[in-house]
C-alpha cells in the first residue's frame, strides 16, 4: 500500500472517465459532474458534490470547487436543476438535479455549444469530433470552420438541437417597480412564519451591489419590509427566499424554487435583486471596457441564467480583476447586449468603472 500524490490522483481520475491522463484537477471536475448526475439521478446537489469531490480527497477547497462547477453546469444547461416528479422515491428531496440529453445551440452555421449528458460516455460525439471541443470555458464548444452544416452532421449523430430561444428562456420585459411589486403580492398572501428562522441571511440594502459577498448578513432590528433572503438546508445549496421582516423578525417567507421552466430558485432571486436595487435609484452596473476588436463586461453580481447564457452565445467568459467575472465579446455586439442587460436586469453599463 502507497499514498497517492494529488497530482496522480487526479490523473486515475481522468483514465477512469475516459480522459486523456492529466495533473489538471480543473479538467476533471465537469467531466466527473456529468458522470455522476446520471449515475445518482436523482439526487441532491449535496449528493452529487460529496460523489465527485471526496473520492479526490474532499477537501473544503475541493468541495468549494467542484460546487462552482456544478453551478456552472446548471447554468448552462447540462445539469437540470428541478421540483421531483410523481414516481420518485419517497426519500428524494423537493429540489433535484438530473441529466440533461446530449444536445447542441448553433453559435454560428460551423460553430455549436455542446449541453447534455452522454449516460456513461465522456462525450455523445464520435472521436474526430470530440478531440475538437473546446472545454476550457464554462461551456463546451465546437468549432469546424470547413463545415457549414455543422448542426445538420450534430443532429444526424443525435443530438437534439435547442433553438437560441428555447435555450435562453429570456423573461417577459417588465418594468423593476412591476417586477417587484409582482413578488410582493405573493408574499403579501403568503401564511405568516417563525419569527426567527435558524440561519437566514438576507442582502441588506447598505452597502453598493459593487460588493455583492459583502451585502449579505443577518437581519438587523432596523430591518422592514421585502428582502431577498437565502438559508442553509439539510441537503443541497441554500434555500432561495424572499421574507417579509418587521423590526428585524420574519412574518413572511416564500421560497424560490425551480419553476417549470427551469428557472433556478437563485435565478428568481438575482433578478428580485436587481429590480429592488433599481427601483432603489442605485442599479447595478457592470464596467465596460473597450479594446480594440473586443469588448469586456465586468460584473460584479451574479446574472441569472438566461443572461449568462445568452452572453455566452456572443462572447467568453474568464475572472475578472475587480469583479465576480468578465465576458469578453467582439466589439460589434456590445451594443445589443448592453440593451438586454437594460431591459430584463434594469442593470447600466459604467465606462469610468473599468479604468479604476
Partial sequence: MRAIEPAELVALTSVALGLPPSGAMHGVLKPALRRGSYLLAPCSSADLIRFV????????????AVELALEDLIAYGDILEMRKIVGDEWDVPAVILRPASPAFVLRSPHEAIILG????????????????????GPVR?????????????????????????????LPA????????????????????????IDGLEILGPEKSSRFYKGRWRSPLATDSGMFVARRPQAYGFKLWSVVDLEMGKARRLIDLSPTDSFERGC??????????????????????????????????????????????????????NNGLFRYSMPTAMQKAEIALLQSTLWMQPNREGARR
Wanted: hydrophobic residues 40%.
Fill in 53 to 64: 469531490s471526496d473520492p479526490l480527497g474532499g477537501t473544503q477547497n475541493i468541495r468549494d
Fill in 117 to 136: 449528458v452522454a449516460g456513461d460516455f465522456p462525450s455523445a460525439l464520435p472521436d474526430d469530433l470530440a478531440k475538437l471541443v473546446n472545454d476550457d
Fill in 141 to 169: 464548444t465546437l468549432n469546424r470552420p470547413d463545415d457549414q452544416e455543422l448542426g445538420a452532421h450534430l443532429r444526424s449523430l443525435g443530438l437534439s438541437e435547442l433553438k437560441e430561444g428555447a435555450w435562453l428562456r
Fill in 173 to 196: 420585459v417588465a418594468s423593476a417597480k412591476d417586477y417587484v411589486d409582482t413578488l410582493r403580492a405573493r408574499l403579501t398572501v403568503a401564511p405568516f412564519c417563525a419569527p426567527i
Fill in 267 to 320: 435565478d428568481s432571486a438575482w433578478r428580485l435583486q436587481a429590480a429592488i436595487d433599481a427601483t432603489r435609484d442605485s442599479p447595478q452596473e457592470f464596467d465596460v471596457l473597450d479594446e480594440g476588436a473586443l469588448t469586456h463586461f465586468d460584473f460584479h453580481c451574479p446574472l441569472p441564467s438566461f443572461a449568462e447564457r445568452r452572453l455566452a452565445l456572443v462572447g467568453s467568459k474568464s475572472p475578472a
